[in-house]
């Protein structure tokens, strides 16, 4: 299974390789151009973009194993149930 995984995420790296490459030049050479605390202002702001999807995607991901760990707890407790209410042996 480790195998399996290892190929997919080396395939997916492969396959994601060229959006590396597709920096947009006007903006390097604009940015580039700028004095250093404008440099600094859009490494600020690139950062300060960055906070909101990461924020969501992280709160995302929080309730989903939180209503998976929820769910899995119900199921068990609905399982031990079922198994206390039937009995082992029938009595004749």
Do not use: N
């Not at 395939?11 to 006007?26: E, T």
């Not at 605390?37 to 992280?58: E, H, N, Y």
């Not at 209503?67 to 039937?86: C, F, I, N, P, V």
């Amino acid at each position: 299974m480790r195998f399996r995984a290892a190929i997919l995420a080396w395939f997916l790296l492969l396959w994601a390789m060229p959006a590396f490459s597709q920096g947009c030049a006007m903006c390097y050479s604009t940015a580039k151009a700028t004095s250093k605390d404008g440099q600094r202002a859009i490494s600020k702001g690139v950062v300060v973009l960055l906070f909101p999807p990461l924020g969501f995607m992280t709160l995302g991901i929080w309730a989903a194993f939180r209503y998976g760990r929820k769910r899995d707890l119900e199921q068990a407790q609905g399982t031990m149930l079922h198994l206390s209410l039937s009995h082992p042996y029938k009595q004749a």
